[in-house]
Nanobody, 124 residues
Framework: QVQLVESGGGSVQPGGSLRLSCAAS????????MGWFRQVPGKERMFVAA????????YYARSVKGRFTISRDNAKNTVALQMGSLKPEDTAVYYC?????????????????WGQGTQVTVSS
């Protein structure tokens, strides 16, 4: 019912910035809570940020709070993750995800739809 496609990944130096975008299909996009997750080889997929359907609420992992900003444009069916002050430990494949459930849960299992992921590499 919902298709998600991430873009904007790439390589950046520590302290730099990068903006990820996720384009979604679906005529009821604004009804979905959207989230960003990240994963590195050998580790579990981890929550990064979430935003409610009409942007009333946002939630961030402690590790990125103050550095990353999640936003959405319901007219364009997109959600973005603006990443600043990037650190090597931010290196991961980043995924956007969607759920019709209310709330800003951080559990992978609460999200029903996932994009393919986009690689972010932070190195000097």
């Amino acid at each position: 019912q919902v298709q998600l496609v991430e873009s904007g990944g790439g390589s950046v130096q520590p302290g730099g910035s990068l903006r990820l975008s996720c384009a979604a299909s679906g005529r009821t996009f604004s009804s979905y809570t959207m989230g960003w997750f990240r994963q590195v080889p050998g580790k579990e997929r981890m929550f990064v940020a979430a935003i409610s359907g009409s942007s009333e609420s946002t939630y961030y992992a402690r590790s990125v709070k103050g550095r990353f900003t999640i936003s959405r444009d319901n007219a364009k069916n997109t959600v973005a993750l603006q990443m600043g002050s990037l650190k090597p430990e931010d290196t991961a494949v980043y995924y956007c995800a969607a759920t019709f459930d209310d709330g800003l849960g951080s559990l992978v299992g609460r999200y029903d739809y996932w994009g393919q992921g986009t690689q972010v590499t932070v190195s000097s």
